[in-house]
DNA sequence: GGTATTTGACCGAA
DNA sequence: TTCGGTCAAATACC
């Protein structure tokens, strides 16, 4: 979802803002402890209350900012996805072979888009195959395209880019929905527990992305590659360095960013395969935990790896699901679809 | 040998 | 002409 060189730069703005803004937060909680600074109990003093009222502002309003400006970049992007007949969606046919054109309209993208912020521990349930990458025009990573791999006629379909804003974070779009029966498997991994945190968007339209849930254990047979480095992984930001469990490959693999090994670090960048989406074969056969996608309504705590890494490795994993669809409509919590476990 | 990933080429839309 | 999305041969791994 890069919005572009100067959208790019003003969201790195407003990122930083928000970190500062958080640890900010954190010296005054720490200088002033007996005024109950981020205490909404309201029992300590006022001016504690008065502190976190306006950091809560700020973080507000940069949230917001945030948001209004990538879901301008979500609209520039949905035009193409969405600009040609939908009958040619799925039936992309042609390749290199000039004797199988392919129809007109394989770009199409008539179905849902969504935008999906996991993590740690959060997967969806589906298998997905990769079966391309490439660069994006001012995008600093490569973007990688991935199919639902349980059924050959599936028309799901999933995007993952690693977000040039934050490279710890990766942007994963969903078009169309599982036409596979194989609904979401139940998981079984008592940390993963998905729970909407983040409110933005609109009311998901996407069946496939409301099928998302969390895969607790990776599949056996999925796993065939672990150990390969992926040709598409990319350097890992010393700002991952913290620990965080942020998955940085795809095929196979994931990979949690500090335990990241050098010679992958310095192979080919994948972002994605990042998706965490990483992605995998199979995003429900990884166990990577991964996936940090900042969503419009993305939280300022959401935006801090740190805070990140904390989630990951005390609390339950966090699902944000982003309807580009509809920009304007605010989502309510009950707009989010809670996997089921 | 089977399956999944990689990657250059192809195609249509803008 | 450029660019994003997809295909499919080549390659890698189990």
């Keep these: 979802m890069a919005a572009g060189p100067g959208g790019a730069t ?21 200088l002033l402890p007996a005024a ?26 940069l ?20 600009s040609s007949t939908a009958a040619a969606a799925t039936a992309a046919g042609g ?3 000039r004797s199988a054109p392919r129809r007109s309209g394989q770009r199409v993208r008539t179905d849902a888009c969504r935008m999906i912020v996991l993590q740690s521990g959060v997967q969806d349930s589906y298998t997905w195959r990769k079966y391309g990458q490439k660069d994006i025009l001012g995008a600093r990573f490569p973007r990688s395209y991935f199919r639902c791999g349980r059924k050959p006629g599936c028309p ?7 977000s040039d804003a934050d490279p710890s974070k ?3 779009a969903y078009f169309a929905a599982h036409t596979c029966d194989d609904p979401p498997r139940p998981s079984s991994s008592p940390h993963i527990v998905p729970e909407p945190v983040s409110i933005s968007g609109t009311p998901q339209k996407n069946a496939a992305a409301a099928r998302l849930v969390p895969v607790a254990a990776a599949a056996p047979s999925a796993q065939r590659r672990t150990g390969q480095p992926s040709p598409l992984l990319h350097p890992v930001p010393d700002l991952m360095a913290g620990g965080s469990d942020v998955p940085i490959r795809t095929a196979g693999v994931l990979l949690p960013v500090a335990g990241v090994p050098a010679a992958l670090s310095s192979a080919q960048h994948d972002p994605v395969s990042a998706d965490d989406t990483t992605f995998t074969p199979s995003m429900g056969e990884e166990q990577a935990e991964l996936l940090f996608i900042p969503s419009p309504a993305c939280s300022q705590s959401e935006l801090l790896l740190t805070e990140v890494a904390k989630v990951e490795l005390q609390g339950p994993p966090v699902w944000m699901e982003h309807d ?5 409509e605010p989502v309510t919590f009950s707009d989010f679809m809670v996997p089921e476990m």
């Design 10 to 30: 003003v969201e790195r703005f407003i990122v930083g803002a928000q970190k500062s803004t958080n640890q900010l937060k954190v010296v005054l909680a720490k």
């Design 36 to 61: 109950g600074l981020g205490s909404r109990a309201g029992a300590a003093g006022s001016s504690g209350s008065a502190v976190d009222a306006l950091l809560s502002d700020i973080t507000d309003s």
């Design 63 to 82: 949230s917001r900012a945030l948001a209004s400006l990538r879901l301008g970049a979500l609209d520039t992007q949905r035009s193409p996805w969405q």
């Design 95 to 97: 390749g290199r072979r």
């Design 156 to 162: 799901a379909r999933k995007h993952v880019q690693q």
């Design 170 to 172: 990766l942007e994963i």
């Design 324 to 328: 580009v669809e509809d920009d304007d």
